[in-house]
């Protein structure tokens, strides 16, 4: 995470504080753990109102894959085996199409919606950039008006972010 977004301190205060919505300020919160032995994953995760709505890790798609039914064989030989199944599923199963997404999936979608404009991360076809920009204090009643004849087709997950931000 380091290279694409400097400290998480740093990434915390840009996104609650500087980039944030008004009207959401001490309502949104992110977090970010990393346990020993994680070889270098974290778990990203988002709140609304202190409870947690969204979790970002391998083990969230991971999980996800296996309750959708995409993994199709449960008896591994070992580990190596296990994680070469989902790295073909990551590969065939795009972001757009799945409901969980990684922690590196996270930090690109962090470091993509830092680098375009508002407009371009709004109407991404990434739900990540689109969930960053629509807590962004830089959308305008205009675009919010246009979001929400929007609304009904995104994630379930994203759809809670719009109502949040359309209220």
Not at 26 to 36: M, S
Not at 92 to 118: A, G, H, W
Not at 130 to 150: C, I, P, Q, Y
Request: include cysteine.
């Amino acid at each position: 995470m380091g290279k694409i977004l400097g400290s998480w301190s740093g990434m915390r205060k840009y996104l609650e504080k500087e980039m944030l919505a008004d009207c959401l300020h001490g309502r949104i919160r992110y977090n970010c753990t990393t346990y020993v032995g994680m070889d270098g994953c974290h778990i990203f995760e988002v709140y609304i109102d202190n409870k947690m709505v969204k979790q970002f890790s391998w083990e969230t798609v991971n999980t996800y894959f296996i309750e959708n039914e995409y993994k199709m064989d449960s008896n591994y030989f070992g580990i190596i085996e296990y994680w070469d199944e989902f790295w073909a599923l990551m590969d065939t199963v795009p972001m757009q199409s799945r409901q969980e997404y990684t922690d590196n999936e996270f930090c690109k979608s962090l470091e993509n919606y830092r680098n375009q404009s508002i407009q371009d991360s709004i109407q991404s076809e990434n739900p990540l950039e689109r969930m960053f920009a629509v807590l962004d204090r830089r959308v305008g009643k205009r675009s919010l008006e246009k979001l929400k004849e929007t609304m009904e087709e995104q994630n379930e997950w994203l759809q809670q972010f719009y109502r949040l931000r359309l209220l």
